[in-house]
């Protein structure tokens, strides 16, 4: 084991320490300080703060010998040793002898201590810094001032918020403010409110002490609340007070409270929502296909195919045989989208053979394909979407034209966004979006496609969730509603839509009509921006107007889905009256 090579005899060396002693005690003192040996750490910390003690010039000891990086090696080891408590004494000494010398911070020095002591686990070492922190704050201006200015305010904060953080960890007894520590902090805290003049730095304890007052234990209860009512009191007296300052100071106060007690709501709804996405997101639909070969954890959509399975009708053709069934077949997925199902699911595939009629579509999880029926007969007219090859599509009556029609080799695609509100579903032929999209779509839906013959087939090309909607809107674009019958629908319908007017959805309650035109002049020029209220509080709805139809379809395409004030808002055409791009 290493030893030191220098131990003088303390009395002797220390009863004089002459400046010639210094420079030859110092650097073996450093010598030890520096070595592996720890058993000499602790005496040469002694014996250096004994010399800083005894030599007012400190500064040019630690500046010569270059003491505060040596130390720092021990008060960085944030461990209460005794290596810790004297290499922070003597930083401790240097800083106050050669700091500032403004009496906040000097104040900030005094209780330093106290407030450690304030922090012990000892109850009665506790409450006694308790005491006497009170004490100096009834007597002494400067130690108030500096409590209030220089951190202490965010030291309780730290202990209220650090306990309850770690109230679930498995170190709680190591790191849990104890009970009798919080204690003395609200009564402290109440010692100023009572004491000091200018309250600002308290706001940020509102939410804690709103909390206690809430939820507390008996006595923090209490505590809190006497403090809430000393808070108020001096926003009482204050209010009857001719200066224009204090005025506008108890105004700063109310509103910092108001807010930080709105801010805590919105973080327990955050919370809140986050779980539930959180609960929604653990979809588990392995099981309900024994064909899928494996769950893409990273879309949690499975992929129904490895490879690129052919969907012939010649493969159904013994199964037709054996059982009898007729050559009109409606093929559908074995996965069906769930109600609590998130994203945007794709559905894509080309058809050969063609000569006869074919489409694809989805349908309601309800609907039934019975045998020899086209997937609209019976009662499944109204529980299907379905787009033909001519370009047609149906849903209730006849069908409406719009779209392209499918030719053979073709990539055809049905999309369903199970995100938006309402739901929606678009097509696409060879990447090409379709002008007609449906809206309001089933919560649970299945696709599926005809085939009219055992000759054609259908190959599945692609199967999957992917990260946002590929629709973005063409011209002549046109949004029909499931469960209307289309063919009924009239230019004095309120399904119609503005030509430059649109509605803006899930807006947050405290968006104003300011926020909301500045957030679409982003895209464009807005001519008006409407929040709809009621009794004068907003009903989280609110239409906007813009110059011209290539900014509303700006507007549509590029803030649709995006956030404003936390929220993400959804943005359609204002049903109003037709309006065909």
């Not at 130390?71 to 000494?93: D, P, Q, R």
């Not at 895209?523 to 906007?544: L, N, P, Q």
Request: aromatic share 8%.
């Amino acid at each position: 084991m290493e030893e030191s090579t220098f131990r003088p005899d303390l009395p002797s060396m220390f009863g004089s320490t002459a400046g010639s002693d210094v420079t030859i005690i110092i650097p073996h003192l450093i010598e030890d300080l520096e070595s592996d040996n720890t058993t000499l750490h602790a005496p040469s910390l002694r014996q250096l703060l004994e010399i800083i003690l005894a030599n007012r010039e400190s500064k040019d000891l630690s500046l010569k010998y270059k003491l505060i990086p040596l130390l720092n090696k021990f008060a960085g080891n944030i461990e209460k040793n005794e290596e810790f408590v004297l290499s922070t004494t003597i930083l401790h000494v240097i800083g106050v002898r050669n700091g500032s010398d403004d009496k906040t911070i000097l104040a900030g020095a005094a209780i330093d201590s106290i407030i450690h002591s304030l922090f012990s686990r000892d109850e009665k070492t506790s409450k006694s810094g308790c005491k006497a922190l009170c004490e100096l704050i009834e007597e002494n201006e400067i130690i108030r001032h500096s409590l209030m200015a220089t951190g202490f305010i965010s030291k309780v904060q730290y202990a209220f918020i650090n306990s309850s953080q770690s109230s679930s960890s498995s170190q709680q007894t190591e790191i849990t403010t104890p009970y009798h520590v919080k204690c003395g902090l609200l009564d402290i805290i109440l010692k100023l409110v009572v004491t000091v003049d200018d309250l600002q730095p308290t706001s940020i304890l509102i939410p804690i002490l709103t909390e206690l007052k809430n939820n507390g234990e008996k006595e923090m209860k209490k505590k809190a609340v006497n403090i809430f009512l000393f808070l108020n009191q001096k926003v009482v007296n204050s209010s009857s007070s001719d200066s224009k300052e204090k005025d506008e100071q108890i105004k700063q106060l109310k509103e910092e409270m108001r807010r930080k007690e709105e801010e805590l709501q919105r973080e327990r709804r955050r919370a809140d929502e986050a779980e539930e996405v959180s609960r929604v997101f653990q979809l588990d639909i392995k099981n309900k296909n024994r064909e899928i070969e494996r769950l893409q954890q990273r879309t949690q959509i499975i992929e129904q195919e490895k490879e690129r399975e052919k969907i012939r009708a010649e493969e159904y053709a013994n199964n037709i045989t054996q059982m009898n069934l007729p050559e009109i077949s409606t093929i559908t997925s074995n996965v069906v989208i769930p109600d609590f199902a998130t994203g945007v699911v794709r559905f894509e595939g080309f058809f050969q053979n063609t000569a006869e009629d074919f489409c694809i579509g989805i349908a309601d999880v309800s609907a039934v394909f019975e045998p020899n029926k086209l997937p609209g007969d019976d009662d499944n007219y109204t529980k299907t979407i379905r787009y033909y090859n001519r370009g047609g599509t149906s849903h209730i009556s006849s069908q409406y034209p719009g779209n392209s029609k499918i030719e053979e080799n073709q990539l055809v695609a049905c999309e369903v966004n199970m995100t938006s509100n309402p739901r929606t579903l678009h097509f696409f032929v060879n990447s090409q979006e379709q002008p007609l999209s449906i809206s309001d779509i089933p919560s649970n839906i299945r696709f599926f496609v005809l085939l009219i013959n055992p000759e054609q087939s259908f190959t599945l090309t692609r199967f999957e969730c992917i990260q946002s909607s590929s629709a973005r809107g063409v011209e002549r674009s046109q949004v029909l509603n499931w469960g209307i019958d289309w063919d009924n629908n009239n230019d004095d319908d309120e399904e119609q839509m503005n030509f430059n007017r649109l509605f803006v959805g899930n807006l947050n309650y405290l968006t104003t009509e300011e926020d909301l035109k500045e957030f679409f002049e982003t895209v464009g020029e807005v001519g008006d921006a409407t929040v709809i209220t009621r009794d004068g509080r907003s009903k989280g709805f609110g239409f906007v107007t813009m110059r011209n139809q290539e900014q509303t379809q700006r507007a549509l395409n590029q803030l649709n889905n995006r956030v404003l004030d936390g929220r993400i808002i959804r943005i359609e055409y204002a049903k109003n009256r037709r309006c065909i791009f």
